[in-house]
């Protein structure tokens, strides 16, 4: 069998086919957006924390998609702190991995942020269930400016992880964005 041009049949396929395809639908924000059910209850796979503030909030990313996160604050804190935004793993929502993360990151006093990625779990974007790298790497931008508008948050100290499949993404961001000053291994 000859690879070479059953490759060369694949990459036209693909190129022809499905990249411009691709690169309409990625960018295209999900029409009543606004209108996606947020839940205020604690909806997790894990228990809540007695040590941990919970907020469900809503920001967007620059390419107008509303994401919905997880905002977790350690209670009885004082002054500005270090604060992170945490996403991932891939195919993964709020409720499972991140949270528990990020709920245990603030049990150790930091301000975290667990938000669902564009085309997923609560937020929005069309086609659903997909990743975008251009766009998640954005989407950790957004959680950092929706981070930093809090007056409980020191804008010096912030941080994003990505966990598996997100870790990627959340590299990308801190080597454009220079408010991140950490990537902690996930």
């Known amino acids: 069998m000859k690879l070479k041009p059953l490759f060369t049949a694949l ?12 690169a309409e639908v990625t960018l295209t924000p999900m029409k009543g957006v606004e209108s996606l059910n947020m839940t205020q209850q604690w909806d997790k796979i894990f228990p809540q924390s ?4 919970h907020h469900k909030v809503r920001f ?8 919905v996160g997880d905002l977790y604050i350690p209670k009885n804190a004082k002054g500005k702190l ?20 990020a709920q245990t990151l603030a049990e150790r006093g930091f ?12 937020s929005g974007g069309t086609p659903r269930n997909m990743a975008s790298p251009d766009v998640n790497t954005e989407d950790f931008s957004a959680a950092l400016d929706y981070l930093g508008l809090q007056n409980f ?18 590299l990308n961001d801190a080597a454009m ?10």
Request: proline share 7%; with cysteine.
């Open 11 to 22: 990459f036209l396929s693909t190129t022809l086919l499905g990249g411009p395809a691709m």
């Open 50 to 53: 007695n040590q941990v503030e």
């Open 60 to 67: 967007k990313n620059r390419f107008g998609i509303t994401l």
């Open 82 to 101: 270090p604060a992170i935004a945490v996403s991932g793993p891939f195919g993964a929502v709020k409720e499972q991995t991140s949270g528990l993360y």
């Open 111 to 122: 301000v975290t942020l667990a938000f669902d990625p564009s085309y997923t779990g609560e």
């Open 153 to 170: 948050v020191d804008r010096n100290r912030l941080g994003v992880l990505g966990i598996c499949g997100l870790g990627g993404m959340a």
């Open 177 to 186: 964005d220079t408010r991140v000053k950490a990537v902690p291994p996930a």
